[in-house]
């Protein structure tokens, strides 16, 4: 049976329109399905269940716009993100898509290459909502009560926002779009903006490219090879002639282009799905760590114990066979730390392993879910993920700690420094797996160079 990474709706009056990008997007690896406006809530939910909706209009802004307004009232729909496509969509329907906190709006005649950058990373922050909803209940099951709906409303945020090269009529137009709601720091040399941005904690970047854009591209590409600001959105304002294909951009890591004459409603819509977005990330993986309690962690590693790791694996695969989505295992060990123990100490073993534990949590994603397994070996749960994205952070995770000198004695500053012996594997879900089977794969991999 196909696997998916994620399952989107398609939703539009011309059915020859989502059928051709419902193919596009199922050769992207995606569960994608149509229906018109006049879908069913219980429909969406039960036969659908989405990870993302994607809402195609040309004219129809009442039947669109009423049905994301009810998506977006209902509490089983709330947390789904939409994405609107609307070539020349009228003011009031702009504003619309503002009110009723749309996750995103794309306008004109996109390709389908670049709906697919659009809707990519709200895809992710999906699984972020799904993985909390299902590790509040695991968590649950350890006598925890998490709250697996976090506030996201926009009424009481503040956002924070640098706006770098931004000068003269925009500058006015940046004023009245960001009037209440926003701390900005304005800072005129995009350069020096993006040498600051790493010091704060900001809710996107919005830059002004006043130039033929190769330097736009290279700040973006700095910001999504940095650990710190990967998921940092980034909105250009750009004259249309800069990127005549404006997948170089996305490409690059822009989250959003906006070309000028710059318009107060496409810039206050066009930031604060950003922002929200960003927020959303924040308070996400805040929940996510509060399912991270002594009823459920490993005192030794900081880990998830492997009871929770077992239960919740449980509760993963289920729901992962059920909507045939992907699920990946990652396995880390080190082999030499019992002979550690035996050259040295158990203590310094246990520090050793404690900081191997810290990298390679360093290098997963929030709604990664990683667990104790046996006494010196990490498992690692990776939500939707297919096996060819497993094995990249299984590599990118091996090359880094298999290289990286640990200390015996964190708090003694001439402690011994040494090397550990390690192993990594990776496995994907099948429909037929048990926990057994599933784990029994990835110990196989662990034969398989990393380099």
């Known amino acids: 049976m196909t696997q998916y990474t994620a399952r989107v709706l398609i939703l539009g009056s011309d059915s020859a329109q989502t059928q051709t990008l419902a193919k596009f997007f199922r050769q992207k690896g995606f569960h994608s399905s149509c229906d018109d406006y006049a879908v069913a809530f219980d429909t969406i939910t039960d036969d659908h269940n989405p990870d993302l909706v994607l809402m195609l209009t040309s004219s129809d802004w009442h039947g669109a716009s009423d049905l994301f307004e009810m998506l977006k009232d209902e509490q089983k729909t709330s947390r789904i993100p939409i994405v609107v ?94 009037a209440s709601g926003y701390e900005v720091t304005r800072i005129t040399d995009p350069m020096v903006a993006h040498k600051k941005l790493g010091a704060g904690k900001y809710d996107a970047f919005v830059m002004a490219v006043n130039d033929d854009g190769k330097m736009a591209l290279k700040l973006c590409a700095n910001i999504r090879n940095n650990p710190r600001l990967f998921n940092l959105p980034v909105l250009l304002i750009t004259d249309p002639a800069t990127f005549p294909n404006q997948m170089v951009a996305y490409n690059s890591g822009a989250s959003n282009i ?33 399912t991270m309690q002594k009823a459920t962690l490993d005192a030794r590693s900081g880990l998830y114990s492997n009871q929770f790791f077992d239960a919740h694996m449980i509760r993963r695969t289920s729901e992962s066979v059920r909507w045939n989505k992907f699920l990946s295992l990652g396995r880390f060990r080190i082999e030499n730390l019992e002979g550690i123990a035996e050259q040295y100490s158990q203590d310094e073993a ?61 708090q003694d500053a001439d402690s011994k420094m040494i090397n550990i012996q390690m192993q990594s594997g990776v496995a994907a879900l099948r429909t037929d797996d048990s926990g057994q089977s599933f784990f029994a794969r990835a110990e196989k991999d662990f034969a398989t160079p990393k380099s």
């Open 85 to 178: 496509q609307a070539e020349n969509p009228e003011a009031s329907f702009r504003r619309r898509c503002f009110a009723f906190h749309i996750d995103d709006l794309v306008t004109g005649k996109p390709s389908n290459e670049l709906l697919f950058a659009r809707t990519w990373p709200l895809v992710r922050l999906s699984t972020m909502y799904e993985e909390l909803r299902l590790r509040a209940l695991t968590a649950k099951e350890f006598g925890l009560d998490v709250n697996d709906r976090p506030d996201l409303s926009r009424e009481a945020r503040n956002y924070r926002v640098m706006i770098a090269g931004v000068e003269g009529e925009e500058l006015g137009v940046f004023k009245n779009a960001l």
């Open 258 to 290: 906006l070309t000028r004459p710059l318009s107060h409603d496409d810039l206050q819509i066009g930031i604060l799905t950003l922002v929200m977005r960003q927020k959303a990330r924040w308070d996400l993986r805040e929940s996510l760590l509060e």
């Open 350 to 410: 246990d520090n050793v392993f404690k900081k191997f534990s810290d990298g390679v949590v360093a290098m997963l994603r929030g709604e990664d879910l990683p667990g104790l397994h046996g006494d010196n070996e990490i498992a690692v749960l990776l939500p939707e993920t297919s096996i060819e994205h497993a094995q990249n952070v299984a590599r990118r995770i091996h090359s880094t700690l298999s290289k990286h000198e640990f200390k015996l004695n964190p």
